[in-house]
């Protein structure tokens, strides 16, 4: 079956500029958890959904940043006035219940902010 | 505040060795730990987990890991390594109730003939 997509693959933009990225999660995956993985380092935590509510966004850097899920499936991070410190890899994740299931990791999207 | 250390960010090994890669972990609740592996352009895969019970995890590819509560420890090993095994490794811990997994910094891992 597919697994987590997410859209677009990359994405370069201009510093000061919006920016959706999206994620399609598994079907019938009610956890949705966004990440974000600096050049060298492990993934760090951003924000988590179970079904269309932000349970956790404690890993938000700031209030450019912000996403929402309106029908419990794709979620879409926005990142407004975006800064070149912005630049990283975007991962999102889904699992099937907030019971330590596994995370299924999507590819991710390459955000670049010249 | 839960925490991954992995010792090491770039490991080499010959074809055929043993590849041991390190992690510790900082958990106030009895941890949930995780390995996963990144291939260049791709998506973390989950390598295998420890939840309770066995403290020996046997995971995909060879790999396996020993949780060792009182050194704080989760390493991960595989008896030979392969060419195909080239690829960043990170330990996670999950923290809070909300499943959402705190990572180390990973371990580059390098196979060479």
């Known amino acids: 079956g597919a697994g987590v997509s997410q859209t677009p693959s990359n994405k370069v933009t201009e510093k000061g500029k919006y920016v959706e990225l999206r994620c399609d999660p598994i079907?019938?995956?009610?956890?949705l958890y966004w990440y974000r993985q600096s050049l060298g380092q492990g993934p760090e935590f951003l924000i988590y959904?179970?079904?269309?509510?932000?349970?956790?966004d404690s890993g938000l850097p700031n209030d450019r940043f912000f996403a929402v899920r309106p029908e419990g499936s794709v979620s879409t991070l926005k990142i407004q006035r975006t800064e070149r410190g912005d630049s990283a890899v975007y991962l999102c994740?889904?699992?099937?219940?907030?019971?330590?299931?596994?995370?299924?990791f999507g590819p991710g999207t390459r955000l670049t902010v010249l | 505040a839960q925490s991954v250390t992995q010792l090491g960010s770039h490991v080499s090994v010959s074809e055929g060795a043993l590849v041991l890669l390190r992690c510790n972990y900082s958990?106030?609740?009895?941890?949930?730990l995780f390995w996963y592996v990144q291939y260049p352009n791709q998506g973390l895969q989950l390598l295998l987990k420890?939840?309770?019970?066995?403290?020996l995890v046997k995971g995909i590819n060879g790999f396996e890991a020993e949780f060792k509560k009182s050194e704080t420890s989760f390493h991960l090993t595989k008896p030979s390594a392969h060419m195909s095994d080239a690829a960043e490794y990170f330990c996670?811990?999950?923290?809070?109730?909300?499943?959402?997994?705190?990572f180390g910094a990973g371990t580059r891992l390098a196979v060479h003939p």
């Open positions: 994740a889904s699992s099937s219940q907030t019971a330590n299931n596994e995370q299924f």
């Open positions: 079907s019938g995956h009610t956890a």
């Open positions: 959904f179970q079904g269309t509510g932000a349970a956790d």
């Open positions: 958990s106030s609740v009895p941890p949930y």
């Open positions: 420890y939840t309770t019970g066995a403290t």
């Open positions: 996670a811990v999950i923290s809070g109730g909300y499943n959402k997994l705190i």
